[in-house]
């Protein structure tokens, strides 16, 4: 298994930016497909963003197109997660999560590693 860990969390303002990293080891980075999912309080882990292999393609939930960006630099071992115009909605912890192939999922049960999760929390 491949080890992850998030960082770049914090406390945000509605309309705000956090960008969040995920830094792997363990295993060769480009053979995963790599996602970002979250869990608010009370509510079931949803996917938000995931990455193929060689980031030549992307695929976001609904809730966030067009404000979060994920990217991945495989000379550095890390995924990104670039957060634009947060919403209170969007707070949440938010797992980095690896699959162990090439083409990018959805679905929670399709990732084999996951990281320890970051706090993010947007204030109205």
């Known amino acids: 298994q491949v080890q992850l860990v998030e960082s770049g969390g914090g406390l945000v303002q509605a309309g705000g930016s956090l960008r969040l990293s995920c830094a792997a080891s363990?295993?060769?980075?480009?053979?995963?497909?790599m996602g970002w999912f979250r869990q608010a309080p009370g509510m079931e882990r949803e996917f938000v963003a995931a990455?193929?292999?060689?980031?030549?393609?992307?695929y976001y939930a609904d809730s966030v197109k067009g404000r979060f960006t994920i990217s991945r630099d495989n000379a550095k071992n890390t995924v990104y997660l670039q957060m634009n115009s947060l919403k209170p909605g969007d707070t949440a912890v938010y797992y980095c999560?690896?699959?162990?192939?090439?083409?990018?999922?959805?679905?929670?049960?399709?990732?084999?590693?996951w990281g320890q999760g970051t706090q993010v929390t947007v204030s109205s």
């Open positions: 990455i193929n292999w060689n980031g030549g393609s992307t």
């Open positions: 999560a690896a699959r162990n192939f090439p083409i990018e999922g959805s679905a929670w049960y399709e990732y084999d590693s």
């Open positions: 363990g295993r060769t980075f480009s053979d995963y497909a």
